[in-house]
């Protein structure tokens, strides 16, 4: 699975867009980028996945460039609730396992 | 949503004993869960994937005889701690997916182990 390169902490004003980037320069062409986050102490939790196209759900936006090396996960109005680690992942979409974590970026909403 | 049990969500034992931690995909079918450690202030750490039927795959430096993992039937997975120990402590956490092609992985909510 290819290598991910996320800001190890990023700060985000309450009711902004937090836009989280990640790097994943070395991407296959069968690969899906996938986000999670992790509240302390709590299992992770699934955000978002996309090949290619942009994608949109209750939770959150995800842009990825046209050459697949890059993406940004979009928090549109970020709540203290969403204070948490997130974790960006390339993986094969059929590969039966090993989604492998890196250190993810810390978010911290502030008041 | 898909939804994945694990229990229990804390447990305390002493030296030498066993423990086992159950993991539980509840709307779904899972014939691969993978179970990870996670240090405080650490990334997770892949230790194992569980296979439906079949032997588990270990990652390198994972002790097979001291994390023994069963997945018994496509919902349940167990991981056993056995003869544990002081650094055994730790948060174990685990996944699974169901069958579709690029399905996300669902998480449980975790198990804090103490071992004193």
């Known amino acids: 699975d290819a290598k991910t390169t996320q800001p190890p902490s990023m700060d985000c004003a309450e009711g902004r867009a937090a836009n989280l980037p990640c790097n994943h320069s070395t991407i296959s062409g069968n690969e899906y980028v996938y986000w999670y986050r992790q509240i302390h102490s709590q299992g992770p939790q699934y955000i978002i996945h996309g090949l290619k196209n942009n994608e949109t759900n209750e939770m959150a936006s995800l842009i990825i460039t046209e050459d697949r090396k890059s993406s940004t996960l979009i928090l549109p109005h970020a709540t203290l609730r969403d204070t948490a680690v997130y974790y960006c992942i390339v993986r094969v979409g059929n590969n039966a396992g090993k989604s492998t974590f890196g250190d993810g970026t810390t978010l911290t909403v502030k008041p | 949503g898909a939804v994945v049990s694990q229990h229990p969500s804390r447990v305390i034992c002493k030296s030498g004993t066993s423990v086992k931690i159950e993991c539980r995909s509840l709307?779904?079918?899972?014939?691969?869960m993978f179970w990870y450690r996670q240090f405080p202030k650490k990334s997770l750490m892949l230790m194992a994937t569980?296979?439906?039927?079949?032997?588990?795959?270990?990652e390198q430096g994972v002790e097979k005889d001291k994390f023994l993992i069963n997945h018994a039937s496509l919902t349940l997975s167990t991981l056993t701690v056995t003869s544990a120990h002081p650094e055994d402590s730790s948060f174990y956490i685990c996944s699974a997916r169901d069958t579709t092609p690029s399905s996300p992985l669902h998480f449980g909510n975790g198990t804090r182990l103490t071992v004193t």
């Open positions: 569980s296979n439906e039927g079949s032997k588990a795959t270990y």
């Open positions: 709307d779904f079918q899972a014939t691969t």
